[in-house]
């Protein structure tokens, strides 16, 4: 799944010339693969449960992104642009055994889920005027929470595997530029990767199996955030600020239940 949205915003006039572009693309689904509350599973080979978004055995697929990239031009003898783009990558995913079920398998079980999260925002602002100010406000929010886990029992198997993978990418990048007798320019970036990444054992039920038990919880999260402006006039005033947060949660545990492996 990706979004991708584009803004252009054109402002002039002969005395004043105000123009704003707003551009917002979101991607936010739910995806759930589980086996119900109360299930009986019994196999004579493998039991695997898998939950996927933008993500193949290879690894996440890059080119699936939410993307939001404003340009807002103006001229006038008074001059003012604004390029706002909002991207957000922020999908859910879940892999799980409800409570009271029971897994048997002669060979091993997994549950797994992998999510990719990949925002990138862009915003360029020209303004040129005797008075001109040119803002350039791109948000890049990339988080999401991707969760494995057993909430049932395992009566039997060769081993039970409980992994979750999140990866998470947020870019932003602003450009404002201008040129007048009194030139303003504002280029603000803000990047966010805050991705939540659960691989856990609850519920009451207990897991007997004659190999390992394993729980993993990866993240992998970037944040890229850029700010450029430049001024040409008589009087010229320009702030630059470019924020990147990167604050993944990772959680793995066994609440409850006995384990019995080997």
């Known amino acids: 799944a990706d979004a991708d949205a584009e803004g252009f915003g054109l402002s002039l006039g002969w005395s004043v010339a105000i123009g704003a572009s707003y551009v917002t693309a979101t991607v936010s689904p739910s995806l759930d693969a589980h086996i119900g509350a109360g299930a009986n599973v019994k196999a004579g080979g493998t039991i695997g449960l898998s939950a996927l978004h933008n993500y193949a055995q290879s690894g996440p697929l890059t080119d699936y992104t939410a993307r939001a990239v404003a340009d807002a031009p103006s001229g006038g003898q008074i001059a003012g642009s604004g390029a706002v783009p909002t991207a957000t990558a922020n999908a859910g995913v879940n892999s799980y055994v409800g409570s009271g079920a029971s897994l048997q398998a002669m060979g091993g079980i997994t549950l797994s889920a992998s999510g990719s999260n990949i925002a990138y925002a862009e915003a360029n602002a020209l303004t040129i005027g005797a008075a001109a100010l040119g803002a350039s406000l791109p948000t890049a929010t990339a988080n999401g929470t ?23 990418d947020a870019d932003a990048t602003a450009e404002a530029s201008g040129g007048g007798l009194i030139s303003a320019t504002l280029p603000l970036a803000s990047a966010t990767a805050s991705p939540t990444v659960k691989a856990y054992k609850d519920g ?16 992998n999260a970037d944040a890229n955030g850029s700010a450029s402006g430049l001024s040409i006039s008589g009087l010229a005033v320009g702030a630059m600020n470019a924020t990147a947060t990167v604050s993944p949660t990772l959680d793995t545990h066994i609440a409850s239940g006995t384990i019995h492996a080997g």
């Open 146 to 168: 991707t969760q494995a886990h057993m909430d049932g029992a395992v009566t039997g198997g060769a081993g039970l595997t409980i992994a979750a993978i999140g990866y998470s």
């Open 204 to 219: 009451s039920g207990n897991v007997t199996v004659t190999g390992a038990v394993g729980l993993t919880a990866t993240s």
